[in-house]
């Protein structure tokens, strides 16, 4: 049978998958130390509820049938289902059915493949795996946890062989309270989301386009001017509330928004300073999103877009008597990875756990090799005993090929898992070692995950 | 929109997920002391390859369409999908699909979900995780490997906190060679396939009915007798051989199956004494497997049956050319913890992984206490800071509910970060503490996992 490759599945080589693994790793970590609980829903969920979300969904969406029901005999009986296009519509699903068993705030963060049956192309997959933490609270939810979540995201990119991350925040109610203090939106409420919509596209289609179709929208010149001003404010400090306040705009609205942001920018520059700006363009959700957002670029990749995302909604869940407003943002972590294993920017020391090689003798010796291998695991170590009691200069390939950085010599006739010499075949180093206290280089422990040079 | 539970697809609780997650951390940490390469595949292959494996197994499959396909303007152009119902047959296309990129042995272990159709009853679900580990090389595979694989499982059972499993152990050379040599399948080989069968029913209908089935199918009662006296020999040491040489029967496949099995036995006693028991009555998938297979019983539940099963099967992949032979295990994760956590066996300490939750003495001083929490998280301590500035009995009673074992109270009006106390909130002990160098018990670091009593 023919092996198919499946355009859009993105599937990891040893070397590679350890990159994610990392990368999964460092990110399950800080969530862990913020104190974020882990979720894994199921991956399928009725259409119905995955068509909830938004107008266009069903294009993206996988429908998942039993085979078997194909048949005559056994007509299905269950609810048509499918797979998740995204963790948020799965977390509020239970959040609901379980909300009787969680306590509250409830702070949890998935780690999941996702699926979308969208045209494959540079950093879009078919299949990708997303990292969220969310806060759900009942009724109400205090605003620090809108300046908590891009702290958690700051620390896990610091944390990242990667270049600067730049979180982007704004909060929906400053662009709704200016255009409305400069009289979008007096008549008719869908003027605010049909601007934000057309100011979505600046970094797509440039100002003076986005200027032209906010008057051919009904915008006046003078309104579409404005409009242009308060998107072009991006500061790193507070000083963007002065530069909105220049713009001679007053709204309470408006007052909301810029002191929610600056409690956000404020908390960014006492906790991880250069970590966010105040960036009053981006739009991203606002139809969703009621309070602060977030988006994420890579200095220097700007043109992949958003590698992190999220924003305050007020109700994320709600079964009819109570409503559940909440807070989140989201790693793209196949996309970052597309991005950074695709370019050669990041590599893994080696393509196996295993630090240690422990070489065979003759076939008969097997055993006395295990001893050692047993022996150095009982510590922690990783490693591998050699397939085949080949050539010492074999099975050193055999290490060399896979990474592994030592290869044990066992002693000939000597007591199971007593003294022999281990090699350090990268420098040539072979010295005499006891496996019950030998110890590799704490670096040379795990495979270790570092920025390289980008590939020619 | 009402919010279905879903048979079949298991989802857990805070608490029942940590006890998953240091199930599944246990068992990647063994599989990678023991030198094995992660490997994710995606989630779907061509139905053609699913079908592919075995008769029946189109009742399993959940197929994968795009819903947007079933309009008539986008009729679909792409291969028919399913979900994988296991991981060995995408682990068999993805060697096909990169053997030259891997390195052989190619040792790899795979922790993913596997979907199957089937009726959802006691610890069988639609949606579950496997954990495999196989080894599989180009031509030929050295038969140490299948004395190496119980041994890992051995090691990762000896770490969880479950009752004893023991892993069987049969070669399928013994049941093979001993019914040639007593004349059966010497003019029909399927007879052997057939017997095979019949034998395996053994602990389901018990030896009387067996035998009367055998005899129904054409052996002689003398044969079928001799199939159950072979049947029920069971030993943790090697005693079997005498005990089937016993039964008087040569034959020279029979003679390998022996020695095979005294190799993975002998191993067996060695380095995990008590872990194995060469059980000639398995006879798991004897069309599949050619060499060595395991199943795995916990005891007091060995009406659940296998927890864990594989084996050798000499051709787990081909491409006409080249044949990978391989060996291969899998826990049945799910299966395992359906019946640890539905029967209460099985506890977490808590239900978060914060080891501390700092205390918030007034709204306007979060960011003291948010110092607190930042100089733990700096030495790996996972905390949370309390959601609101209550009165610290309701804050208490905020971490008691999570089972967060210590609250931290800054000092209030002190440098942020700087000296407090910390309060154990089970003894009601209450220290002053620096955020810089206070540690927790090392037990309360990380939630435990621990055996429970049966709850009633």
Chains 1, 2 share one sequence.
């Not at 979180?167 to 009289?183: A, D, L, M, S, W």
């Not at 958003?306 to 008597?321: E, H, I």
């Not at 270790?448 to 020619?456: E, H, I, L, Q, T």
Request: proline share 6%; hydrophobic share 40%; charged share 25%.
């Amino acid at each position: 049978m023919k092996v198919t490759k499946l355009s859009g599945f993105p599937e990891y080589l040893p070397a590679e998958r350890i990159v994610e693994q990392h990368f999964l790793d460092v990110i399950r970590e800080t969530f862990e130390l913020h104190g974020f609980t882990s979720l894994e829903t199921r991956a399928v969920e009725p259409v119905e509820r995955l068509l909830g979300k938004g107008g266009d969904a069903d294009k993206e969406i996988y429908g998942v049938t039993r085979l078997a029901e194909e048949s005559v005999e056994n007509p299905s009986r269950d609810v048509a289902l499918g797979l998740h296009f995204d963790l948020t519509v799965p977390f509020a699903r239970f959040v609901l059915e379980n909300a009787g068993k969680l306590t509250f705030p409830y702070r949890r963060y998935q780690i999941q493949k996702v699926w979308r049956g969208e045209r494959p192309q540079e950093g879009r997959y078919r299949e990708f795996t997303q990292a969220d933490i969310d806060v759900v609270d009942v009724g109400e939810l205090s605003a620090h946890f809108e300046a908590e979540m891009p702290l958690v995201i700051a620390e896990v990119f610091a944390k990242l062989p990667i270049g600067r991350m730049t979180i982007q925040v704004n909060n929906r109610k400053i662009p709704e309270g200016f255009y409305r203090g400069i009289g979008i939106g007096t008549d008719d409420d869908t003027e605010i989301q049909n601007t934000l919509r057309i100011v979505d596209k600046l970094d797509k289609i440039g100002p003076a386009k986005v200027r032209t179709l906010l008057v051919e929208a009904g915008r006046t010149g003078e309104q579409a001017d404005q409009c242009l001003a308060l998107a072009a404010i991006r500061t790193e400090d507070l000083s963007f509330v002065d530069q909105v306040r220049a713009l001679g705009v007053d709204h309470p609205t408006l007052d909301e928004g810029l002191a929610a942001l600056s409690a956000v920018i404020r908390s960014g520059l006492d906790n991880a300073p250069g970590a966010m700006v105040a960036d009053l363009k981006i739009a991203r959700g606002l139809d969703y999103y009621t309070g602060t957002v977030y988006e994420t670029q890579l200095e220097g990749y700007e043109s992949w877009g958003s590698f992190c995302s999220g924003g305050r909604y007020d109700a994320l869940a709600s079964d009819g008597k109570t409503t559940y407003p909440g807070v989140g943002i989201s790693i793209g972590v196949s996309r970052l990875l597309g991005l950074l294993l695709g370019k050669g920017l990041v590599t893994a020391s080696r393509a196996t756990p295993a630090a240690v090689l422990v070489a065979v003798v003759e076939e008969d010796s097997r055993r006395e090799s295990a001893a050692v291998a047993q022996a150095l695991r009982a510590r922690g170590i990783p490693c591998e005993v050699a397939p085949t009691a080949a050539k010492f200069g074999k099975q050193i390939r055999y290490a060399d090929r896979r990474g592994i950085p030592f290869v044990w010599f066992p002693q000939e006739g000597s007591v199971p898992g007593s003294m022999g010499q281990v090699k350090d075949i990268r420098s040539g180093d072979q010295v005499d070692a006891d496996p019950a206290t030998w110890e590799p280089p704490a670096q040379d422990l795990r495979p270790s995950v570092v920025a390289a040079d980008p590939s020619p």
